[in-house]
């Protein structure tokens, strides 16, 4: 069975009752979650699931209110033990710009 949780289904500007685009699908062993906005940890608290579950990423774009979730989510990992590997996909330049992220963002 397939689950999908809606962690952010607005726009580029959130509003009291939207957030920015986040989607987590669960599927057997896999926590998928497709694009991370900005404030998508927050989501993960108030919906009662734990980031840490996170198998896969998938990025659909690169603006802003897809991704600037991701550098919290990543620290959010390392301090709490992660212990897999989070598989990134998305479009071209997706590699390069995962590692600026991991540059700038993380130790």
Known sequence: MV???FLGTGSSVPTAKTN???VLMKYKS???LFDCGEGTQRQ???AHLNA???TRLFISHWHGDHILGIP???QTLMQNGYGKTLE???PRGTKKYMGLMLKLFTH
């Open 3 to 5: 689950e999908i949780t």
């Open 20 to 22: 920015h685009p986040a």
């Open 30 to 32: 896999e926590n998928i």
């Open 44 to 46: 993960f608290r108030k």
């Open 52 to 54: 840490c579950k996170l």
């Open 72 to 74: 919290g989510l990543l």
């Open 88 to 90: 990134v996909y998305g």
